[in-house]
């Protein structure tokens, strides 16, 4: 099945969409360190570097292009209640209107978008969700909103994802059928999922901290491309890191050595750090997934992405529905 992407980023969504059976014939992202990403693990991937704003589809796409999926994760979406002001002035919401715009004009049999789950659950939302579903409405799309928490899907992680599925010629109830969690006995924590790369260059008391930091990561925060550096977010997630053993104030960029010393009661400076690779890796990309670009916008770029185990998922129940139809 052929999709087209929007807000492609470091390609957890596509990763994920091509593993359920979805080859994309455009991927679309603003920031050239994404595109650079994309191609450095996709390279026969039509992939173009442009603002969705001024985008125009049918300049990139031959009119006879068949389009089974439009996906898009889109950034942060704030309640159009509060977009006045100073910092991001709506321009979120203007990207959440235009796939919806997009869709109209498009016409794919399917439509997914994730966001944060607000977007899904708070009522000052509401008109910031009617900016796609006046369209989708018009062009007779059935849709849900709904959340998933990523940690249902094998990723080591607790991340709810807000999600908006449409689909054309009906089978919105078979999508929701399909849409399947994995059992809750997979052991994917923090310390079984990182201890072999935390012992990578000997560090003795990997063991003692892999089993301790036996749960699920917190959510990690990617941050925003205007401001900071490459952390694990705001206090309260440093202090959930910091439960664990784990100094969320700043990546490092290897494993910790041999003669590291790891003494949580002595602050965070006696915590182990993670690398990027780590970080990826808890976001459920794969090894060999290659993250372009310096530091910060590798982080940015990691911690933004929709991990790809959920985007199978969904796009394996995406890919049902639109069989059985």
Request: proline fraction near 6%.
């Amino acid at each position: 099945m052929r999709s087209v992407e929007l807000c492609a980023g470091a390609g957890g969504l596509a990763l994920g969409l091509e593993q359920a059976g979805f080859d994309p014939a455009l991927l679309v992202d603003n920031r050239d360190t994404s595109c650079a990403t994309l191609r450095a693990n996709r390279p026969r991937w039509n992939i173009l570097s442009t603002d969705l704003l001024g985008f125009e589809p049918r300049l990139h796409l031959p009119r006879s292009t068949h389009i089974d999926l439009l996906a898009a994760g889109l950034p942060r979406v704030k309640s159009a209640a509060t977009v006045s002001r100073p910092r991001g002035s709506g321009w979120e919401l203007e990207l959440l209107e235009t796939t919806g715009r997009l869709a109209s004009e498009l016409r794919p049999r399917s439509l997914l978008i994730e966001n944060v789950p607000e977007l899904v659950t708070r009522l000052e939302y509401r008109e910031s969700r009617s900016c796609v579903e006046k369209y989708l409405d018009k062009a007779g799309y059935e849709y849900r909103w709904l959340v998933i928490d990523a940690r249902d899907f094998g990723v080591p992680q607790h991340r709810l994802l807000g999600l908006l599925v449409a689909l054309r010629d009906g089978g919105i109830a078979s999508f929701d059928t399909n849409l399947k969690a994995l059992p809750p006995s997979l052991n994917l924590t923090v310390g079984t999922v990182l201890r072999a790369s935390m012992g990578a260059r000997g560090w003795p008391q990997v063991d003692e901290w892999a089993a301790q930091a036996d749960e699920i990561a917190p959510t990690i925060v990617g941050g925003s491309w205007d401001r900071g550096g490459a952390d694990l977010g705001p206090q309260g997630s440093v202090r959930a890191w910091a439960r664990i053993g784990v100094n969320g104030r700043s990546i490092s960029d290897e494993p910790p050595a041999a003669d590291f010393v790891w003494n949580p009661a002595l602050g965070h400076e006696r915590m182990v750090k993670l690398t990027i690779e780590q970080v990826a890796t808890l976001q459920g990309f794969p090894s060999y997934w290659r993250i372009e670009g310096r530091k910060t916008a590798r982080y940015r770029q990691v911690g933004n992405a929709t991990p790809p185990p959920a985007a199978f998922a969904v796009g394996l129940a995406l890919r049902a529905a639109l069989t059985d139809h």
